[in-house]
């Protein structure tokens, strides 16, 4: 049986299945459209969202939310979370242990959203969701059709704040996000209004 909103907040903000929570502020456990078509996952909290309880409000996060709105999606018309619901310290890349701790709760997430779209942001959410034998550098952009759900890679917004060279191919990546969201007659509201 799948369980309720409530019930899977409760569940990662009661969360004590790695150690993770001893060392964040708070869990952040996503936010967003609850039904969103278009679902995105990240990596993991890092200051700013331990700070605040909310994911990507730190700077990588302003540059989503403009990478959005360059494909006319308003954020809040997405559900957007991470991979793991803490902040690891010193922002390191959430160990295999700990992916597997929390997965739990993202998969319940993502049964709840039931998203049509999915976009993976850098190589943590790829190996989460795909498989670790899948790399960011080489998948990225490509389609994948998991039970239905397409799923597509990009970088992550904080390799591209490191990288700018990544910009362009995270672009085109992007490009195909909304290509296939339109084909799909999502956000038509959205894309209509462009067209007119
Ligand atoms: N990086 C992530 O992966 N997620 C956030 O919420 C913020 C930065």
Redesign the pocket.
Known sequence: MRISWEQLRENILRCENCELGKGCIQK?PGQGDAHAPLMLI?????EQ?DRQGL??V?P??QLLTRMLAAINLPRDRVYIC?VVKCRPPHNRQPSPEEIQACIGHLRAQTALVKPRVLLL??ATAVSAVLGPQYRITRCHGQWFERKGVWIIATY?P?ALLRDASKKKDAWEDLKRVKARLQELSLYSDLFEEENA
Do not use: C, K
């Open positions: 952040v990240g990596e993991g909290p890092g969202e994911a990507f730190g990588a996060g991470n942001l850098g992550h904080s």
